[in-house]
């Protein structure tokens, strides 16, 4: 795999965070079926893992559009309006799980999935702590508040999505690396 | 609101939201919540277009609401000064026993609660009405002329481009999963429900990819990012922006004077209340 800047922001990036953001959004809603146990006011998506396997897979700018621009489409499709803080907690999950790009390799290889877990832990971390305590800023939520009622819902709720289906999607995206030559 | 520049209403809605974060006191987030539903009307939305998001706005006042005022007694985000003029001071009788549940809601953080539903649903009418009152078309040209990067609004522009190709594409991939046999049907635990959504999310993910690489090539070709960009549609400002512009600004500053100058916009209780509370 060619050795690429961690910061580039060319024709490709642009592309992938495009499709990033649209794939985030169109799945986060398609997805809705899905009646699964969640806290409030954050739900549960499994299309969570598309800003995240993006920047690992593309760099942390196109992680973090398309989990900015995905979550804000995705809201704005849905009729949630428009909320900014979330939003850029959603594209700080790609971006820190980014971080890892161009390190590797492998898409498959046990360490790099390791690795990728790993990221994915810091990402959802820091993006959901930055989202919720942007709460307080805003809405004068106390820090019980935004613990047990943003951060903990919301981050539990991305990790098990994460955790699970980002391995799946860079095991798949080897094969297409490997078949195509890429 | 259609008639202003799309640059324009982004920047009152910004410096209307970083305006009412100064503010704890009911009486300027009054004015502003007054002020923002004046101009949410100014839209015309009508209600069944925006029933979901206020319902959504709704939630997250309760739970903040509950969980603040009613079940935490720490004081809000150290807004509420401890103390205060409770309530129930001899605490509530539960009827049939002798016992006394002591909860200790006070007066200043009822208050408080009342601020929170100013200040939160003042900033959601200002932003909830964009996505209904904004062509999604303009995005990527707004945020270019708001001074973001142009491949950023590239960006922007292209995934709108996107989201009917990839709902497209979901869709035909769920009807072949279908025919494989796939129940879309959500039964079973949280792990089981969530792998069973890996047969949509993966061959969508994957095809945009492959789709990706080819409009990444085709651009390639095309010269894009080799001079700045130009827009289809160009945004130009006339003198009501500038008026609004001004005002967002004004109202900005003059919030910062009030608060940082003058020491005043912070958490105030009227006395009439405290009165009521017997103090």
């Not at chain 1, 809603?29 to 897979?57: C, D, E, W």
């Not at chain 1, 971006?95 to 390190?103: D, H, P």
């Not at chain 2, 209600?47 to 903040?64: H, K």
Request: overall charge neutral; hydrophobic content about 55%; charged content about 10%.
């Amino acid at each position: 795999m060619e050795k690429r800047s961690l910061w580039k922001f060319g024709t490709r990036e642009v592309v992938y965070a495009a499709i990033g953001a649209a794939l985030y959004a169109v799945l986060s809603i398609a997805t809705n079926f899905l009646q699964l146990p969640s806290a409030g006011n954050v739900s549960f998506r499994p299309a969570v893992a598309i800003p995240l396997f993006f920047g690992i897979a593309f760099g942390p700018i196109v992680g973090f559009i398309a989990g900015f621009l995905g979550n804000m489409i995705s809201d704005l499709i849905s009729g949630y309006g428009f909320w900014v803080w979330w939003d850029i907690g959603n594209g700080l999950m790609g971006l820190v799980a980014g971080l890892m790009a161009f390190s590797f390799t492998s898409f498959k290889a046990r360490s790099t999935l390791l690795k990728a877990e790993l990221y994915v832990i810091l990402g959802v971390l820091v993006g959901m702590a930055v989202a919720s305590i942007s709460e307080m800023w805003v809405s004068g939520a106390d820090i019980q508040t935004v613990i047990y009622g943003n951060f903990l819902p919301s981050a539990i709720a991305n990790l098990v999505n994460g955790l699970i289906l980002v391995p799946i999607l860079m095991i798949a995206y080897d094969a297409v690396v490997s078949r195509s030559g890429r | 609101m259609e008639s202003f520049d799309p640059r324009a209403r982004w920047i009152f809605s910004l410096l209307f939201l970083f305006t009412a974060t100064l503010f704890w006191d009911a009486r300027f987030l009054a004015v502003l919540f007054v002020l923002a539903f004046l101009w949410y009307f100014s839209a015309n939305v009508p209600w069944s277009e925006t029933r979901r998001a206020w319902s959504f706005v709704g939630f997250l006042l309760l739970i903040m609401i509950v969980v603040n005022t009613i079940l935490t007694g720490g004081g809000a985000g150290g807004v509420v000064p401890e103390g205060g003029h409770q309530v129930w001071p001899n605490g509530i009788p539960i009827p049939f026993t002798d016992w006394v549940f002591h909860f200790g809601l006070t007066y200043e953080r009822l208050w408080f609660a009342l601020c929170q539903i100013l200040r939160i649903l003042g900033i959601s009418a200002v932003f909830v009405i964009i996505p209904f009152s904004m062509d999604p078309r303009l995005y990527g040209v707004t945020f270019r002329g708001l001074g973001f990067p142009d491949k950023f609004a590239y960006s922007m522009e292209l995934a709108f481009r996107y989201v009917p190709t990839i709902a497209r594409d979901f869709g035909v991939t769920i009807d072949a999963q279908r025919a494989r046999g796939y129940e879309v049907e959500s039964s079973g635990g949280i792990f089981k429900q969530l792998l069973r959504t890996a047969p949509l999310i993966v061959p969508v993910t994957m095809n945009s990819i492959l789709t990706g690489e080819d409009v990444a090539n085709a651009m390639d070709l095309r010269c894009f990012g080799q001079g700045p960009r130009t827009w289809l549609t160009k945004l130009q400002y006339h003198w009501r922006d500038y008026v609004l512009i001004a005002f967002s600004i004004l109202m900005w500053v003059t919030a910062l004077v009030i608060v940082y100058w003058f020491d005043v916009g912070n958490f105030w209780v009227p006395q009439w209340l405290l009165n009521l509370a017997g103090g």
